[in-house]
């Protein structure tokens, strides 16, 4: 066994921590491994779920990954794969994952991911505390309940194609979350898809075709999927209304990133939010979802699931995310692999997507409380009122959306849109604000999407 001394990542005790160093390449290689199946069936999962391709999805978590290690100077070990707070804005501008839209959902993410951008220079001028005061728990909770409570309805779609199924799913997540141990615990997503997946196997509830008729090898990026694709024939309207859909999500997104940097800070014993500097985390986030969304892959997020390895293994070192990003890589040029993914049950995502999408909800809900947003202050029940409402009451509305006309151009805002906007703006010019981001002590944030 390798002597236990302090990681190239952390500043705390050494008591405990190994140093990958001296674990030699053999084990560097299994760390890596390890790392990508930890992140593999929560990255998949919404490809699954959108329709997008799940060889581009893993080619851009591994490339993104690595750009994010690249612009925070290879200090922080965060993995970067498939957002789940996305997936409103896929299924409102691509319904039932439609091949001809998701090129417009994927324009919608890159503007999206220019949030990220913009409030990572504004964080280099002005500081994190300036800034994040404009996000404040009463703003971003509501918003993350909302998108939840958007996407319950597919959920529960899904799942009614075979509710014995979905149950599968749904049981084995709850039994392993709360009476699993160790890598059990941390893993729930997986088993859950793929004790569902088994038994629609056994039961005779899977068409294998498509698998034994793929490929071994093959490229894992589809022109037609790419926002690339669009250019000379995009609908003006199309793509305006994807940008106002989608935008509003990074609000949430920006706020989880900052949660999941935290947690790494805090399994490590380092603050990144400092060092390297929550503009570098923030701008390497944000160029990993705008390059993975040009090229028809899911906007990218920090992984709290690699956050819970780290803590298992002690092993802190960059380097080792960054053999499970290499991997990434190299399994994305596999097209059965993808097959595999594309064969799953609809009901074993719709009992996946249950659990998840409540849970999405039940994380806007907990960042309220933990929070302790007081809601005796007449603001603050007014602006969570509001973006609640909104959000959910125009998602649900005949139109779907707000359309208005601009010139030739029709735009159509969202619900989420709507209410983001309307949270932000009342947050900003109501009195009585009492809200104040500690950079020292970053955690306050307590957004993380994944289960």
């Known amino acids: 066994m390798s002597k236990e001394v302090q990681s190239s990542g952390g500043t705390g005790s050494s008591a405990g921590i190994i140093d990958a160093r001296q674990l030699g390449t053999p084990k560097m290689l299994l760390l890596g491994l390890q790392h990508m199946f930890a992140m593999f069936g929560a990255t998949v999962l919404v490809p699954a779920l959108t329709g997008l391709n799940v060889s581009t999805t893993l080619l851009f978590a591994g490339l993104g990954t690595l750009l994010f290690h690249f612009l925070s100077k290879g200090k922080v070990p965060a993995f970067l794969g498939s957002s789940f707070a ?90 392993c979350n709360i009476w699993g141990k160790g890598m059990i615990k941390i893993i729930p997503i997986i088993l859950g898809v793929f004790g569902s997946y088994l038994i629609a196997a056994l039961t005779g509830n899977v068409n294998w075709q498509p698998v034994m008729d793929a490929a071994w090898f093959g490229i894992p990026i589809h022109w037609g999927d790419t926002v ?59 160029l990993a979802t705008m390059l993975a969304a040009f090229f028809g892959a899911p906007a990218n997020t920090t992984y709290g699931e690699n956050t819970g390895v780290l803590n298992l293994t ?25 097959s595999v993914i594309s064969c799953m049950p609809t009901a074993t995502m719709g009992g996946v997507s249950l659990v998840l999408y409540g849970m999405i909800a039940a994380v806007g809900v907990r960042n309220v409380v933990e929070n302790r947003v007081d809601f005796t202050k007449s603001r603050n029940v007014i602006i969570a009122a509001l973006i609640l409402v909104l959000s959910t009451g125009i998602h649900y509305s005949a139109a779907g959306a707000i359309a208005f006309t601009v010139g030739s151009v029709t735009v159509s805002l969202s619900g989420l849109a709507v209410g983001a906007l309307a949270g932000i703006l009342l947050n900003a010019v109501l009195p009585g604000k009492d809200y104040h981001f500690d950079d020292e002590k970053p955690d306050d944030t307590k957004v993380n999407f994944q289960l």
């Open 314 to 338: 002690k092993v802190f070192d960059p380097r080792v995310v960054r053999i499970a990003a290499v991997m990434a890589c190299l399994f994305s040029f596999s097209p059965k692999l993808g």
């Open 86 to 175: 996305f997936l409103a804005g896929y299924w409102a501008v691509a319904p039932e994952g439609d091949k001809a839209l998701l090129p417009y959902a994927s324009f919608g993410v890159v503007f999206a991911a220019l949030i990220y951008l913009i409030l990572a220079a504004f964080i280099k001028m002005f500081g994190t505390a300036k800034v994040m005061r404009y996000f404040p728990p009463i703003v971003t909770g509501p918003i993350i309940i909302s998108i939840g409570l958007n996407l319950s309805a597919t959920a529960i779609d899904s799942s009614a194609d075979n509710w014995w199924i979905a149950l599968v799913a749904i049981v084995i997540i709850i039994v």
């Open 228 to 286: 690339f694709s669009l250019f000379g024939k995009a609908d003006m309207s199309l793509l305006l209304s994807s940008i106002i859909t989608i935008m509003p999500i990074a609000l949430a997104t920006v706020v989880e990133h900052i949660g999941d940097i935290s947690a790494i800070s805090s399994t490590v014993g380092k603050n990144f939010i400092k060092t390297p500097g929550l503009h570098r985390t923030l701008m390497g986030d944000g």
